[in-house]
């Protein structure tokens, strides 16, 4: 169990909505408040993860694992939350796979053609070449 003072509840919370693949204004600025932790809708649907959990580590402050993410978002400041998704996923021989993916989410979430097509290739631009 994770025992965060209020703080750090914030903290936590806004380092993982930094860190997923959406707009920021798309987040509940309620969440993070420790004392909705586990309010729910009653009329809400739920929705089960048959994957891999999310690793809670890098995001509870003032630990290594959190100075170390912290250092990894520095470095993709100039990106956006869905380029920042990416930008670590992408290495050596994987990186025309997680390109389409890119521009997958891109495409999914109603952007047009002409516009995905520029949108990858500044990102792509953005990237090392190694």
């Excluded at 914030?10 to 993070?32: Q, R, T, Y």
């Excluded at 050596?92 to 109603?110: E, V, W, Y």
């Excluded at 990858?120 to 953005?126: I, L, Q, R, S």
Aim: charged share 25%; aromatic share 10%.
């Amino acid at each position: 169990m994770l025992e965060l003072d209020k703080k750090d509840y914030k903290i936590f919370v806004e380092s993982l909505g930094e860190w997923l693949p959406v707009p920021a204004n798309l987040s509940d600025d309620s969440s993070k408040q420790r004392s909705k932790k586990w309010l729910s809708n009653n009329a809400g649907a739920f929705h089960y993860n048959e994957g891999t959990l999310v690793d809670c580590l890098p995001f509870i402050p003032r630990t290594s694992r959190n100075e170390d993410h912290q250092k990894q978002m520095q470095g993709l400041q100039s990106l956006d939350n869905l380029e920042r998704w990416f930008a670590p996923r992408i290495a050596m021989g994987n990186r025309n796979n997680q390109m389409i993916k890119f521009a997958l989410a891109l495409a999914d979430s109603g952007m047009n053609f002409s516009d995905i097509e520029s949108t990858v290739f500044a990102f792509n631009g953005k990237l090392s070449n190694a």
